[in-house]
């Protein structure tokens, strides 16, 4: 399981909070995907589920990720700024640069995600897909 999430404020419960809200307005299509990305779980992409991803307007090591279930029209927008994970409950890998750390491929070839060492800046609302990323 991935360490070293956060919130913009430290907050190591980063499914509480200010995300809260977001989360339980979730459509059910988003939501066991995104509360496993920010549990620090492993998310296998299959057909039925792609991320991609775009550098963030804000610099850094900060990214805009985005979900989406292949042929919707919504997509799911969290903003994540990596860190070096020197914190003592951090992961011992980096995450710097985004997103490779994140990424690994698994023994079939499938692609999988799981999130270390992020500070979530932001999560959104489902997004018309064509508008986005």
């Given at each position: 399981m991935g360490t070293g999430l956060r919130t913009r404020a430290g907050n190591a419960d980063v499914l509480g909070g200010a995300f809260l809200g977001v989360l339980v307005r979730l459509l059910d299509t988003y939501r066991p995907t995104v509360e496993a990305l920010l549990r620090g779980e492993p998310v296998i992409l299959d057909d039925d589920l792609e991320i991609t991803t775009n550098p963030s307007t804000d610099g850094g090591?900060?990214?805009?990720?985005?979900?989406?279930?292949?042929?919707a029209d919504k997509k799911v927008r969290v903003q994540l700024r990596a860190h070096d994970g020197r914190?003592?409950?951090?992961?011992?890998?980096?995450?710097?640069?985004?997103?490779?750390?994140?990424?690994?491929?698994?023994?079939?070839?499938?692609v999988v995600w799981r999130l270390f060492n992020a500070v979530v800046l932001n999560l959104e609302q489902p997004h018309n897909a064509a508008a986005v990323g």
């Amino acid at each position: 399981m991935g360490t070293g999430l956060r919130t913009r404020a430290g907050n190591a419960d980063v499914l509480g909070g200010a995300f809260l809200g977001v989360l339980v307005r979730l459509l059910d299509t988003y939501r066991p995907t995104v509360e496993a990305l920010l549990r620090g779980e492993p998310v296998i992409l299959d057909d039925d589920l792609e991320i991609t991803t775009n550098p963030s307007t804000d610099g850094g090591h900060s990214i805009d990720l985005f979900i989406v279930r292949p042929g919707a029209d919504k997509k799911v927008r969290v903003q994540l700024r990596a860190h070096d994970g020197r914190a003592p409950d951090d992961d011992p890998t980096s995450s710097i640069p985004p997103p490779g750390p994140w990424q690994t491929t698994d023994a079939d070839g499938a692609v999988v995600w799981r999130l270390f060492n992020a500070v979530v800046l932001n999560l959104e609302q489902p997004h018309n897909a064509a508008a986005v990323g």
